[in-house]
């Protein structure tokens, strides 16, 4: 084996069982290997390749056909799960902050409530046991975020009149990214197509780098704000 070429890669239903969660990906598997061979595989075509040059979660889709099988994999997607949720949680710091500027004692409640949301939204995130399930440990903190919207719209919340609009960009295509995951599109339709590029997994990765580039760029337009603004009573 050299370091371009790779292995003889696999077939879904010779893959290892652990690996064989979305059918319509029929082949490119990587045979199980050690932590060498998962590293190799940075090098050469297989159909985790984009997944790992498109994400942040690079462990997760890097080893996740390592020797170690499927207690490695169930701790690796545990840790890509509690980065999500990371970024979920500080994120989201900011907003609650600036949007409840003027009102101190209920901004730290909300702090507080969003907090323990995200321990919630954390322990179902790792415990899910399907795409479905991961999805939904994402609802409640994202109602929370969007009444923090309703009340900037209504004009109750503080905050830079033009970051509301990059913060529902970003929950928009964080949530479009995780349907588009869950609905195995566009491999769905034509199985074997999309098995190394342009898959679910892949716009879904795409659309959560855009999602945070968003929240990015909203957040900066909030601080900027900040600068430059103070309550009516103080
Ligand atoms: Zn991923």
Redesign the pocket.
């Known amino acids: 084996m050299d370091y371009f070429t790779g292995p003889k890669l696999l077939d879904f239903k010779n893959s290892p069982p652990h690996l064989q969660f979305n059918k319509f990906v029929l082949t490119g598997y990587r045979p199980i290997s050690t932590y060498r061979d998962c590293l190799r595989s940075l090098f050469y075509l297989h159909n985790e390749f984009g ?1 790992i040059y498109t ?1 942040g ?1 690079v462990f ?2 890097l080893f996740m056909n390592h020797e170690g099988g499927a207690p490695i994999y169930d701790t690796l997607l545990s840790f ?1 799960m509690f980065g999500v949720c990371l970024v979920n949680t500080l994120g989201a710091l900011p907003i609650i902050h600036i949007t409840l500027l003027c009102y101190p004692s209920s901004r730290r409640v909300a702090m507080l409530a969003y907090l323990l949301l995200s321990g919630y939204g954390v322990h179902r995130a790792v415990t899910a046991q399907s795409n479905v399930h991961r999805l939904q440990s994402f609802v409640w903190q994202a109602m929370f975020r969007f009444i923090l919207f309703m009340l900037r719209l209504t004009g109750a919340g503080r905050g830079s009149p033009t970051s509301l609009r990059l913060y529902l960009t970003m929950d928009i295509l964080a949530l479009l990214g995780g349907l588009v995951n869950i609905s195995r599109l566009p491999e769905r339709f034509s199985p074997g197509r999309f098995d190394y590029w342009f898959n679910s ?1 892949q716009i879904m ?1 795409i659309m959560v780098i855009l999602s945070i580039m968003y929240l990015h760029w909203g957040t900066l337009e909030d601080l900027t704000w900040l600068k430059g603004y103070h309550c009516p009573d103080e």
Request: glycine letters at 0%.
């Open positions: 997944n994400h979660s997760y889709h890509d997994h990765h």
